[in-house]
């Protein structure tokens, strides 16, 4: 693993590889504390959009693991705008021995990484999320202790999040149900690759409209915001199409079990979730959140060199 861009260039052999080590560094975070295994090592970070999870998870990470993040804001870059993104990959990768970026556009986290000489992570794309995706993964199997064979319906909008666990569930063997209001479906190349990975692994990929069918018999009832940054002007549009989706008691009891509630956040309480939902008992976002502090150190070690 050279860079780490989209959940779907990964192997499930490497998934688990990543997944293990994260568990490991886990549980020795908690023991009192992980070896400096990058120490001296530095990761630039490229933010075109804010973040609370994404920087403050990878610059604790680096800390932890005795490394150094520098943040770049967007005010210092101006990524494809004040410099090209092929002399930033260059430029950067004469100072740093990694990149994470948070970007707008897919196109240019591909474009870092053709051009960079060191390890570029996409940190979030408007096409993929696969730290929150495969952190997703980590925690559900901390949780129930297998991925294989569980029913994780997401309900929303079929945006990045969506995109990236659509790969990652199938890629481990889960069925995935995805429901949102009519045309705002994941991306039809999308939904075919990770039904690719399905039809390999034994298990389902099932679009639908009807978000009650989504979740029954659910193991995991997963959301997202309606209008993700970037997506402002349609938020009026948005609000009006996606209230029958949303995750509140009614909807999480339709699953007739017990499921895990996940958000990736930030959430925007009343809308796609309610108060009631996301700091009920079911709800893991918390945990959720904080896995993507020891999953992404995994990535870190995997990429620069310390594992």
């Known amino acids: 693993m050279e860079n780490f861009i989209s959940l779907a260039e990964l192997s499930t052999e490497e998934v688990y590889e990543i997944l293990d080590l994260a568990a490991g560094l886990k549980e020795e975070w908690r023991r009192g504390g992980n070896r400096p295994l990058l120490l001296g090592k530095v990761l630039g970070m490229i933010f075109q959009?804010?973040?609370?999870?994404?920087r403050v998870s990878f610059e604790v990470g680096m800390s932890h693991l005795g490394g150094?993040?520098?943040?770049?804001?967007?005010q210092e870059i101006k990524l494809g705008e004040r410099e090209s993104v092929a002399d930033v990959a260059r430029v950067l990768s004469r100072?740093?021995?990694?990149?994470?970026?948070?970007?707008f556009a897919h196109s240019d986290v591909e474009e870092l990484a053709a051009q960079a000489s060191v390890p570029v992570i996409n940190g979030l794309s408007d096409f993929s999320h696969p730290c929150q995706a495969l952190s997703d993964l980590f925690t559900i199997r901390e949780e129930r202790g297998t991925l294989r064979g569980l029913r994780l319906a997401y309900v929303g909008d079929g945006n990045n999040v969506a995109?990236?666990?659509?790969?990652g569930a199938s890629m481990v063997g889960m069925d995935i149900w995805v429901a949102t209001p009519p045309g705002y479906e994941p991306q039809e190349e999308v939904v075919a690759k990770a039904k690719g990975f399905a039809q390999r692994m034994g298990s389902q990929v099932v679009l639908t409209h009807d978000p009650q069918e989504a979740v029954r018999g659910a193991d995991i009832i997963y959301t997202d915001v309606w209008?993700?940054?970037g997506q402002e002007e349609e938020r009026e549009e948005r609000l009006k199409a996606f209230p029958p989706y949303q995750v509140n008691a009614q909807l999480v009891a339709q699953a007739g079990r017990s499921p895990l509630v996940m958000h990736c956040l930030p959430a925007h309480r009343g809308e796609e979730i309610t108060d009631e939902v996301i700091d009920g008992p079911y709800s893991i976002v918390y945990t959720q959140a904080e896995n993507r502090l020891h999953l992404q150190k995994a990535i870190l070690l995997l990429l620069m060199g310390g594992a």
Not at 68 to 74: C, F, G
């Open 163 to 167: 995109h990236s666990l659509l790969f």
């Open 49 to 54: 959009k804010p973040s609370l999870r994404t």
């Open 227 to 229: 209008a993700s940054m």
């Open 68 to 74: 150094e993040a520098l943040y770049l804001s967007p």
């Open 95 to 103: 100072y740093v021995d990694g990149i994470m970026a948070r970007v």
